[in-house]
Nanobody, 124 residues
Framework: QVQLLESGGGSVVAGGSLTLSCAVS????????RGWFRQGPGQEREGVAS????????NYTDSVKGRFTVSQDNANNAVILQMHVVTADDAGIYYC?????????????????WGQGTQVTVRC
């Protein structure tokens, strides 16, 4: 089982930047996909970004392309989500997830392990 712990959430001014981190621990064998998901108030959970750890291949939902960057911090066994030019639509609870398979998509059904989430609030 994989344990995931998100951090870095908080309040950010629209147009600003925020960096989220996800510490990964446990048995990650066969679980080479890392995903970031978010859920806004009254909305369904949506996939934001994914990363295939073995080749560092990334995938983004259209609304964050060019603004968000997902990467891995091997030294700290973490997955990072850098958020830039944040808008009100980016607010919500952000979840880190781990899963197997290929390619690493943005469908939550592919992911078997989830963190508790970290809240992102956008001030306009």
């Amino acid at each position: 089982q994989v344990q995931l712990l998100e951090s870095g959430g908080g309040s950010v001014v629209a147009g600003g930047s925020l960096t989220l981190s996800c510490a990964v621990s446990g048995n990650t064998a066969g679980r080479n996909c890392r995903g970031w998901f978010r859920q806004g108030p009254g909305q369904e959970r949506e996939g934001v970004a994914s990363l295939y750890t073995l080749l560092h291949l990334v995938n983004y939902t259209d609304s964050v392309k060019g603004r968000f960057t997902v990467s891995q911090d091997n030294a700290n066994n973490a997955v990072i989500l850098q958020m830039h030019v944040v808008t009100a639509d980016d607010a919500g609870i952000y979840y880190c997830a781990s899963g197997g398979g290929w390619p690493c998509g943005l469908d939550s059904s592919q992911y078997t392990d989830w963190g508790q989430g970290t809240q992102v609030t956008v001030r306009c």
